[in-house]
């Protein structure tokens, strides 16, 4: 297991709540990867704690679906699915959709220079072999949210900020391959030019294109990953 587990602590949950949490949002974060084992006395001693929160906690990841049970391996953090990659990209495509079109409407001058320095702050990583996956990922949201604070609709902005978690899993994926992220920084590009001239037909279509893109490399990921794992 590689990556920092940060616990925060909060008096109003239970301890299990708050390991849940914490481990849901490595699932999502990619810190815990797919197919990676779930040990319990190696999460309870880096988290500090005893087994049982950490036993329970699984157990309703299991729930949710974020990990699965072995025979004679126990729990692993399941892999990402065609389906729950339709699923959630569908719902993204139809609410992007709803939010570039209000953004062409809405979008004050200042706020789309700020998404300009945010779409050069994500060029500037993706060219830097260096960075790493969590920051791409970051810089990645960062844009899009400049798309919906320029809704102006805060009850939108709130479904999307939902959504956005359960969509990490799927950036990280995705920004593995250098060819991508040099596309993605042309698409932001070409996103940013058609939020500036107001155009709502051309910026709908530029973000359809750019979620359809995203969908097939991260299907194309996961049918690798399917075809590695029959090889072993």
Known sequence: MAGELKMEMNEFLPLREVVFNTLRSAILRGTLAPGERLMELTLADRLGVSRTPVREAI????????????PRRGAQVANITVQELNDVLE??????????????????SADMDE????????????????????????????????????????????????????MYRFRVEYLKDEDIRKDLTAEHRAILEAVR???????????????DNQQKAIYDSIQNADKEATRS
């Open 59 to 70: 157990r309703m990841l299991e729930h949710e679906g974020l990990v699965i049970m072995r």
């Open 197 to 211: 001239k107001r155009s709502a037909a051309e910026a709908v279509a530029l973000i359809s294109k750019h979620i």
């Open 91 to 108: 719902v993204r495509k139809s609410l992007e959709i709803l939010a570039i079109e209000k953004a062409c409407e809405r979008m004050p």
């Open 115 to 166: 998404m300009e320095r945010a779409a050069a702050a994500f060029e500037e990583l993706a060219a830097d072999d260096s960075s790493d996956l969590t920051a791409l990922a970051e810089s990645d949201e960062a844009f899009h949210d400049f798309i919906y604070r320029g809704t102006g609709n805060q009850r939108l902005i709130r479904v999307l900020a939902n959504l956005r978690e359960q």
